[in-house]
């Protein structure tokens, strides 16, 4: 079965680097999501992606957080300057239309210290 | 209001059937979900169920929606070892198609 892709596994960052988390969607899907995952909380929406724009974005998303698809391949979500509060598991999510399948990537753990 | 409430544990014998259940408060949503998350691995989509359905039955899986009592749950049947996971159940929006996740029912299958 097509796979989410998403790298690095872990992400291991400075408070106040910059990260770049990349994911590789399912071919022919076209929306795209970015999630996280708090240790030991719920899985949050971040963001919603479609069409080369923002659709939605949670509170969560703000000034420092940014996703782009740069080469019409990979889609990334970029932090600029890291906070110990952003440490989580970071997830993909994709799907060809929307209200369908969402696949899930297996997620990158970013600790930042 | 954005709430999806699971019950955090269940152990179950391996063989038997595990019932695991989860309310949502959002009458508007469109699709249910359910995904499995193994220890360090991602979220796996196991089933989802339409809001206009009551029964999805998928080989050992059977979603059941109560959409009056906005209530959802996952049977697995003759469950096994390898079922030990987290279940995530998730709500999918009317508006912007986000989904609201539960906090997760850890199973666990004694053998």
């Known amino acids: 079965e097509p796979e989410v892709t998403q790298t690095p596994s872990h992400q291991v960052t400075q408070m106040g680097q910059e990260v770049i988390l990349r994911c590789v969607p399912i071919s022919n899907h076209l929306y795209f999501y970015w999630y996280r995952q708090i240790l030991g909380q719920k899985v949050e929406f971040l963001v919603s992606?479609?069409?080369?724009?923002?659709?939605?974005k949670s509170e969560i998303f703000d000034d420092q957080f940014s996703v782009e698809r740069p080469d019409g391949s990979n889609f990334t979500l970029k932090i600029r300057s890291t906070k110990l509060e952003d440490s989580a598991m970071y997830f993909c999510?994709?799907?060809?239309?929307?209200?369908?399948?969402?696949?899930f990537g297996s997620g990158t753990q970013l600790s930042v210290l | 209001g954005e709430d999806v409430e699971q019950s955090l544990f269940l152990s179950v014998r391996e063989g038997d059937s595990s019932v695991i259940n989860c309310t949502y408060t959002d009458s508007s949503s469109t699709y249910l979900y359910w995904y499995k998350q193994e220890p360090g691995a991602g979220l796996q989509l196991l089933t989802y169920?339409?809001?206009?359905?009551d029964m999805k039955q998928d080989q050992r899986l059977t979603v059941l929606l109560n959409k009056k009592d906005k209530h959802l749950s996952l049977r697995i049947a003759d469950t096994q070892t390898g079922d030990s996971a987290i279940y995530f159940c998730?709500?999918?929006?009317?508006?912007?198609?986000?989904?609201?996740f539960g906090a997760g029912t850890i199973l666990r299958v004694k053998s």
């Open positions: 992606f479609y069409n080369n724009e923002i659709s939605e």
């Open positions: 999510a994709t799907e060809a239309t929307t209200n369908e399948k969402l696949f």
């Open positions: 169920i339409f809001s206009n359905m």
């Open positions: 998730a709500e999918r929006k009317e508006y912007g198609n986000k989904l609201v």
